[in-house]
C-alpha cells in the first residue's frame, strides 16, 4: 500500500531522472540514436511524480504522447524505455510501439497514447474492471488541456460518473494545445470547471508543486478507493520546450518572457530548496543523486545500444494471441 | 435439433458465456430480453450513448483482467468510436509488442433490406479487414451465429461480430450444448461441381436458394460460407474454385475494396487456382450509392436472386479454353 508520509526524496530523484532522461533523449534523437519522434516532458515532472506517488503497481495509469515521465513515475525501467526509443528487441514493445507506444502491464502501465483524448476510454476501462475487482485500486488518466476538447473526454468523464468509476482525471494544462495557445482553445481559464456538470469534484492546483499535486491526488484517489468515484485536477504547468521533435528541435515560437517566468518556477528547483531548507537532503547529497541517476542513464544507454534491432522475419509476431 | 432464430441463438451465446466466466461482462445502450434480471447489474451495463467511451472501455478493462462484451448495437454507431476501433484495438496489443491480451467483443448489426435507408443499411466489414488485428466474423445461420459469437467472446483478441439484421428473425437448427464454431474455418454449405459461389451473412441463404432452382438445370453450384472474413480461410475457397474453375462472390457491401474484392484478389493471386480459374470472377455486389429508403430503390440497389443468376449464367458460358 502507499505510504502515508511520502518519501519526498524518492520523489526528488524521480523528478530529476525524468528530467535528465528527456534532456537525453532530445540530444540522442538529435544524433540520430532515436528514430522516431519525440516529446519531452520537461517541466512537467511534478505531476507523474506527485500523482503516482499515491499509486501502487495494482493501480493502472494510461498516458499521453507525452508519456516518458508517467512511465518513470509509475516505476518503469529506463533501460527498456531507452531500448523502445531506440527501436531495439529489448524495450518495453520490443521496438514496435516506440516513445508513443511505451507501456509496462506489469507496473499498471497501460501505454502511452499517439491520440489526443485516445487514452481516455481506455483509462476508464481500467477503472471499470478496477471497481468489479472491488479490491480498492484506481485507474489514473493523464491528458493534456488539448485532450479537454476531445469528445472522448466528456464520454469518460459523463460515464465515470453515471457509475461512479474509481478514476482520476488529471488534466496537466501546460498552456499549449501542439502549438495553439489554451487562451484560444478553451473559454474557460479553469479546465477543472469541466467537473462541475459532469457532478464530480473539480480543482485547478499548481501542477509545478509537487507536494500539492501529492495532496490534491491523494484526496481524489482514496475518494475512489472508497468507491465514491471520479475527480478530476487540472495541474497547471508549462513544457519547457517545443511540443514534439523529429530530426531536430523545431523553432520556438512561444514568448521569451513566458517561458522565463516558467522556469523560475522550476517543480525540480523548488522541491530541492525546500529539501535542503527542511534539513531532509544536504547538498553534497543532491550532487550525490545527479550523479547517480547519470550513472543510470548511461547505463540505460549502453543496455539500449547494446540491444539488437528486431529482426524482419518477427514482423508478424505479436499480431494475435493465441 | 432445436430450432432457434438467428437473434435468439445470439442472446443464447452470451448468456452461457456469461454463465460459464464470470470475468465476461457487457456494455450496452440497450439489452434484448432481460439479462440483469440474471447477471445483474454490476455484469450487464446500461451505459450512456458514448460509443467513444464504450469502445475504449472495452480494453482497457480487457487489458485489466476481464472479457468485455460491447454492443453497439448497429454497425454506423460504431462510426462514432472510429479513433477507439482505428488508433487503438486493432493495433493495441502489436503496438506494446505483445505484451497484454485484450479479449474483447464489439456486436453489431449490418446490412440493409429492412428499410432503415442510408445510414442504418451498411455492411462496412471490409473497412475493419483492412486494418489488420481485428478478427471478424460474420455469420449466416443461428448455428453459426452462436458458435461464432461464443468463439469470439472466447477468444483473447479483439473481434467484431457483424450480425446480419436480414437474418435476425430467421429460424434454424442450432445444436444442444456447448456449440462452439472456430474462428477462421469456412463452410462449404452446399457441394457442387460446375461454379463456385462465395455468399456472405444474408446472402449465403440467397445463394443456396439459387444453387436449387439452377440444379433442376443440370448446374452444379457448391456455396461456401467464409463465417470469418479475419482470418479467411483462404483454402477452402482457393481449393473449390481449383474444383469448379469459377467463382462469383455475391454481398450487399458495394464492390469497391470490399470483401468481394478481396476474395476475388486472393483466388486470383495463387498460380494454381488462377490457373484452373475457366471464366473471369464475377461480382454481385450493391450499387456503389448510399442505400435508398423506397422500396423499389432499395432492391435495386442490393444483390438479388436474379442477379446472382445472372453472374452464374456468365460464368458458366465464358469457357476459357486452357
Known amino acids: 500500500?502507499?505510504?502515508?508520509?511520502?518519501?519526498?526524496?524518492?520523489?526528488?530523484?524521480?523528478?530529476?531522472?525524468?528530467?535528465?532522461?528527456?534532456?537525453?533523449?532530445?540530444?540522442?534523437?538529435?544524433?540520430?540514436?532515436?528514430?522516431?519522434?519525440?516529446?519531452?516532458?520537461?517541466?512537467?515532472?511534478?505531476?507523474?511524480?506527485?500523482?503516482?506517488?499515491n499509486l501502487t503497481d495494482a493501480d493502472r495509469v494510461v498516458s499521453n504522447h507525452r508519456g516518458h515521465g508517467h512511465c518513470i513515475a509509475k516505476g518503469a525501467d529506463i533501460k527498456?524505455?531507452?531500448?523502445?526509443?531506440?527501436?531495439?528487441?529489448?524495450?518495453?514493445?520490443?521496438?514496435?510501439?516506440?516513445?508513443?507506444?511505451?507501456?509496462?502491464?506489469?507496473?499498471?502501465?497501460?501505454?502511452?497514447?499517439?491520440?489526443?483524448?485516445?487514452?481516455?476510454?481506455?483509462?476508464?476501462?481500467?477503472?471499470?474492471?478496477?471497481?468489479?475487482d472491488g479490491e480498492g485500486n484506481v485507474a489514473v488518466c493523464f491528458f493534456g488541456d488539448g485532450a479537454v476538447a476531445e469528445g472522448e473526454f466528456h464520454e469518460a468523464l459523463n460515464i465515470s460518473s453515471v457509475w461512479a468509476l474509481p478514476i482520476v482525471f488529471?488534466?496537466?494544462?501546460?498552456?499549449?494545445?501542439?502549438?495553439?495557445?489554451?487562451?484560444?482553445?478553451?473559454?474557460?481559464?479553469?479546465?477543472?470547471?469541466?467537473?462541475?456538470?459532469?457532478?464530480?469534484?473539480?480543482i485547478s492546483i499548481d501542477g509545478n508543486d509537487?507536494?500539492?499535486?501529492?495532496?490534491?491526488?491523494?484526496t481524489a484517489v482514496d475518494r475512489a478507493r472508497a468507491g465514491d468515484g471520479p475527480t478530476l485536477i487540472e495541474c497547471k504547468t508549462y513544457r519547457w520546450y517545443f511540443h514534439a521533435m523529429r530530426h531536430a528541435p523545431p523553432p520556438e515560437t512561444r514568448p521569451a518572457a513566458e517561458i522565463a517566468e516558467w522556469r523560475a518556477r522550476d517543480p525540480i528547483a523548488r522541491l530541492s530548496a525546500d529539501l535542503l531548507a527542511r534539513g531532509l537532503l544536504a547538498a553534497g547529497d543532491l550532487e550525490k543523486l545527479r550523479q547517480q541517476i547519470q550513472a543510470e542513464l548511461e547505463a540505460a544507454v549502453a543496455f539500449a545500444d547494446a540491444s539488437p534491432f528486431p529482426d524482419p522475419s518477427d514482423l508478424l509476431v505479436d499480431m494475435f494471441a493465441q | 435439433m432445436r430450432q432457434l432464430s438467428f437473434s435468439q441463438a445470439l442472446d443464447e451465446a452470451v448468456a452461457e458465456e456469461m454463465r460459464r466466466d464470470a470475468r465476461v461482462i457487457t456494455l450496452a445502450t440497450d439489452f434484448t430480453g432481460d439479462p440483469i434480471k440474471e447477471f445483474g447489474p454490476k455484469r450487464v451495463r446500461f451505459s450512456p450513448i458514448s460509443e467513444s467511451a464504450l469502445t475504449g472501455m472495452g480494453l482497457g478493462a480487457a487489458g485489466s483482467g476481464y472479457r468485455p462484451i460491447v454492443n453497439w448495437r448497429m454497425v454506423t454507431f460504431s462510426f462514432v468510436a472510429m479513433d477507439q476501433?482505428?488508433?487503438?484495438?486493432?493495433?493495441?496489443?502489436?503496438?506494446?509488442?505483445?505484451?497484454?491480451?485484450?479479449?474483447?467483443?464489439?456486436?453489431?448489426?449490418?446490412?440493409?433490406?429492412?428499410?432503415?435507408?442510408?445510414?442504418?443499411?451498411?455492411?462496412?466489414?471490409?473497412?475493419?479487414?483492412?486494418?489488420?488485428?481485428?478478427?471478424?466474423?460474420?455469420?449466416?445461420?443461428?448455428?453459426?451465429?452462436?458458435?461464432?459469437?461464443?468463439?469470439?467472446?472466447?477468444d483473447d483478441n479483439p473481434v467484431i461480430s457483424f450480425e446480419c439484421s436480414r437474418l435476425n428473425a430467421v429460424s434454424g437448427p442450432v445444436p444442444d450444448g456447448d456449440h462452439l464454431v472456430p474462428i477462421g474455418v469456412a463452410e462449404v454449405k452446399r457441394a457442387g461441381t460446375d461454379v463456385t459461389v462465395v455468399g456472405l451473412a444474408f446472402y449465403v441463404q440467397e445463394s443456396l436458394a439459387v444453387a436449387e432452382s439452377l440444379a433442376n438445370e443440370g448446374v452444379s453450384v457448391e456455396v461456401i460460407d467464409p463465417r470469418t472474413l479475419v482470418p479467411l480461410d483462404v483454402e477452402t475457397i482457393r481449393a473449390s474454385v481449383r474444383k469448379t474453375g469459377r467463382l462469383v462472390v455475391v454481398d450487399e457491401a458495394p464492390p469497391t475494396c470490399s470483401a468481394a474484392a478481396e476474395i476475388a484478389a486472393i483466388v486470383v493471386e495463387d498460380p494454381a487456382t488462377f490457373h484452373a480459374l475457366r471464366a473471369p470472377v464475377q461480382r454481385v455486389c450493391a450499387a456503389p450509392v448510399p442505400v435508398p429508403y423506397s422500396p423499389t430503390l432499395e432492391a435495386a440497389a442490393l444483390p438479388d436472386r436474379g442477379r446472382i443468376t445472372e453472374a452464374i449464367r456468365r460464368v458458366l458460358v465464358a469457357n476459357r479454353l486452357s
Open chain 1, 170 to 202: 488529471v488534466c496537466e494544462n501546460n498552456q499549449y494545445a501542439a502549438n495553439n495557445a489554451v487562451r484560444v482553445q478553451h473559454p474557460t481559464p479553469d479546465l477543472s470547471a469541466h467537473a462541475t456538470p459532469y457532478r464530480m469534484p473539480g
Open chain 1, 1 to 53: 500500500m502507499r505510504e502515508e508520509t511520502p518519501d519526498l526524496v524518492e520523489m526528488l530523484r524521480k523528478m530529476i531522472l525524468i528530467r535528465e532522461f528527456d534532456e537525453l533523449a532530445i540530444k540522442l534523437r538529435s544524433a540520430g540514436k532515436i528514430y522516431g519522434t519525440v516529446h519531452p516532458y520537461v517541466g512537467q515532472e511534478a505531476i507523474a511524480v506527485g500523482v503516482c506517488a
Open chain 2, 85 to 154: 476501433i482505428v488508433n487503438q484495438a486493432s493495433k493495441i496489443r502489436y503496438m506494446f509488442g505483445g505484451q497484454a491480451r485484450f479479449p474483447v467483443t464489439y456486436r453489431c448489426s449490418t446490412g440493409g433490406g429492412m428499410g432503415l435507408a442510408a445510414q442504418h443499411s451498411q455492411s462496412p466489414y471490409s473497412m475493419w479487414m483492412h486494418l489488420a488485428g481485428l478478427k471478424i466474423v460474420l455469420p449466416a445461420t443461428p448455428a453459426d451465429a452462436k458458435g461464432l459469437l461464443k468463439s469470439a467472446i472466447r
Open chain 1, 210 to 218: 509537487v507536494l500539492g499535486v501529492y495532496d490534491t491526488a491523494r
Open chain 1, 80 to 132: 527498456r524505455m531507452m531500448a523502445e526509443l531506440f527501436g531495439r528487441v529489448d524495450g518495453y514493445c520490443k521496438g514496435k510501439g516506440g516513445s508513443m507506444h511505451i507501456a509496462d502491464f506489469s507496473i499498471g502501465m497501460l501505454g502511452a497514447n499517439g491520440i489526443v483524448g485516445g487514452g481516455l476510454p481506455i483509462a476508464t476501462g481500467a477503472a471499470l474492471a478496477a471497481q468489479m
